[in-house]
């Protein structure tokens, strides 16, 4: 009978690496005698991507893009990583805790309704593809791989085809995700005059 159980080693930031990415750089803002947190700088898992994110495990501090890049090389991205590391004052909170399935899925749907398009008065909006780097902010919260994230959206596809729709990619080798716009705004009612005798 055993009368102690080892516990769980904890994982630490300093060399951690979010399931489903790659961590190309590290950052750490040490703060006195006690560590800093880490600001990593990553690409999407498996196979590697040519865009990349930045994540402070720390704070809040999420990036992916910026007001002129709507992705980021990794030049870029270590550049913001750098710059928020020498700024922030949060101290190290080791690994963040992974999500259930479920709150994990939920993190893609949320991602998912972020990028659906909306009408505009003067632009009807359009379906567009979904792209795993869409989801490169979401990765140090999601901590999933890609196959997780596409079947996600394949359950969504499932269940809501008024909000994501599957279909060939342009090879026809694979599945491509398309979300659709928000359905587009009734007209308002004419409003009746009242008539003159």
């Known amino acids: 009978m055993k009368l102690f159980t080892r516990?769980?080693?904890i994982p630490?930031?300093?060399?951690?690496?979010?399931?489903?990415?790659?961590?190309?750089?590290?950052?750490?803002?040490?703060l006195?005698?006690?560590?800093?947190?880490?600001?990593?700088?990553?690409?999407?898992?498996?196979?590697?991507?040519?865009?990349f994110a930045t994540a402070c495990l720390g704070c809040t501090y999420r990036a992916a893009s910026t007001a002129r890049a709507s992705r980021l090389t990794e030049a870029e991205?270590?550049?913001?990583?750098?710059?928020?590391?020498?700024?922030?004052?949060?101290?190290?909170?080791?690994?963040?805790?992974a999500p259930g399935d479920f709150n994990a899925a939920q993190i893609v749907r949320d991602r998912l309704r972020i990028l659906r398009?909306?009408?505009?008065?003067?632009?009807?909006?359009?379906?567009?593809?979904?792209?795993?780097?869409?989801f490169h902010v979401d990765r140090?919260?999601?901590q999933r791989d890609?196959?997780?994230?596409?079947?996600?959206m394949t359950e969504i596809a499932r269940t809501e085809p008024d909000f994501v729709t599957t279909e060939l990619n342009f090879s026809g080798t694979g599945t491509?995700?398309?979300?659709?716009?928000?359905?587009?705004?009734?007209?308002?009612?004419?409003?009746?005059?009242?008539?003159?005798?």
Request: glycine share 6%; hydrophobic share 40%.
């Open 146 to 152: 890609d196959a997780f994230i596409q079947q996600a």
């Open 12 to 30: 630490d930031a300093a060399v951690w690496t979010p399931p489903g990415t790659t961590v190309v750089q590290r950052y750490r803002n040490a």
């Open 32 to 51: 006195g005698h006690k560590e800093g947190a880490v600001v990593l700088v990553y690409t999407a898992g498996e196979r590697r991507c040519s865009y």
């Open 77 to 97: 991205a270590a550049d913001l990583a750098n710059t928020h590391a020498v700024g922030c004052r949060a101290m190290g909170h080791g690994v963040p805790a």
């Open 176 to 197: 491509q995700f398309v979300i659709q716009p928000h359905p587009a705004p009734k007209p308002a009612p004419r409003r009746r005059t009242a008539s003159r005798h």
């Open 140 to 142: 140090v919260a999601l």
């Open 117 to 134: 398009p909306r009408h505009l008065p003067a632009a009807p909006a359009s379906p567009h593809s979904v792209l795993i780097s869409n």
């Open 7 to 9: 516990r769980a080693s």
